[in-house]
């Protein structure tokens, strides 16, 4: 709490203790003017020490997930795929959207999670606050549009599961503005730590690092796609952990790519050196490589039975958060986060249906050697 004055400190204390006191009664307690316990209240709830009206009190662990709200349509193909024809598919609908998928993983894994996103007026968006609402998670400061439908994605997969071509109308994000934070900042002052994907506009990532800046929680950041990735300003101070697979890396850095994991390795170095201050650099069956506070490290992926590899990196995403959140270093907490990657590959759904931190325990032993 050091960045609480005295008074405001005194004012905390008493809120501790008595989370129905009113102005005047903490007024009268400090022998201070009614006005300016009033202050010290807002600045309380700006440095996310109370939340809104009540006093209530923030989690003593908690994430924020901004990002993508998504439907997403995937079509696995029965057979290798033949261009400029029709190809037999097996059709399946799920809830994506990276942000969407790190908060239900989060959730799922038992970390306190709130989701802050937009989404349509319409049946998608209503079945995507529903789910969410049913697996505990805070959709409170979820934007509602009519002005444009909520987001789709579809994903052609080939006969063994691997992407082949994925199509996205994200345009709704677009309306996700930098004034947005300010309406929201109480909520996400009280983070330990907030995460968002690079589905906002570029000028609301922006914003968001620069206020983080001044903020108590941390900050991480994952770059969606190699064009998402371009939405990031280049100075990449007040990122406290970026997520990259290495292509994305390789883009904005505006360096070459080699096939070794050793080119994951110089990525990690160099997104630090661009100013995170920790970074996690996947290279997909080649492993991850992890730059933070004591030098980088690699670490070998954890062997799969792929069926669907889509949900896999926001599935690493929250594994590595989790386990931050649960006092672990960025090392082990990666490592953790990869093996969660491989499970879900492991399973059709985006999330998978599983999870829980006893069915993650329980594959701990994969990760030996």
């Not at 697979?245 to 050196?273: C, F, M, P, W, Y």
Request: charged fraction near 20%.
């Amino acid at each position: 709490m050091e960045d609480l004055g005295a008074q405001e400190a005194a004012v905390l204390e008493i809120i501790k203790e008595n989370p129905f006191a009113g102005q005047q009664e903490i007024a009268t307690m400090l022998g201070l003017a009614r006005s300016t316990v009033a202050a010290h209240i807002v600045q309380l709830m700006q440095k996310g020490y109370i939340l809104g009206r009540g006093y209530v009190m923030p989690a003593s662990s908690r994430a924020v997930c901004i990002g993508g709200a998504v439907l997403d349509r995937k079509y696995r193909a029965r057979t290798p795929l033949v261009f400029e024809t029709s190809n037999p598919v097996d059709g399946l609908r799920s809830l994506g959207g990276v942000a969407r998928n790190v908060a239900e993983n989060l959730a799922l894994l038992g970390t306190t999670t709130s989701f802050v996103s937009i989404v349509g007026d319409d049946e998608t968006g209503r079945a995507i606050l529903k789910h969410m609402r049913d697996r505990g998670i805070d959709v409170s400061q979820v934007i509602t549009s009519g002005e444009r439908p909520t987001a789709e994605y579809a994903a052609i997969l080939d006969p063994q599961g691997e992407l082949v071509l994925g199509i996205a109308d994200m345009s709704i994000f677009d309306l996700f503005a930098p004034s947005y934070l300010d309406r929201i900042w109480p909520h996400l002052a009280a983070a330990t730590w907030v995460f968002a994907d690079c589905n906002l506009p570029a000028e609301t990532l922006s914003a968001l690092i620069a206020k983080r800046r001044g903020a108590r929680f941390k900050l991480a950041i994952d770059a969606v796609s190699t064009p998402k990735a371009a939405r990031l300003p280049k100075d990449l101070t007040g990122i406290d952990l970026l997520f990259m697979n290495i292509d994305e890396a390789n883009s904005i850095l505006q360096r070459k790519g080699h096939e070794t994991i050793d080119d994951a390795r110089d990525a990690a170095v160099a997104l630090q050196l661009a100013g995170a201050r920790e970074a996690v650099v996947t290279m997909g069956s080649r492993g991850i490589a992890v730059a933070g506070t004591e030098g980088v490290r690699t670490f070998p992926a954890v062997h799969a039975k792929p069926v669907d590899i889509t949900g896999a990196g926001d599935a690493m995403i929250a594994g590595t958060l989790h386990r931050i959140l649960s006092g672990e270093d960025t090392y082990g907490a990666a490592r953790t986060g990869a093996l969660l990657g491989t499970l879900t590959t492991e399973s059709a759904a985006s999330v998978h249906t599983e999870l829980s931190e006893r069915f993650l325990q329980a594959n701990m032993h994969r990760l030996a050697g």
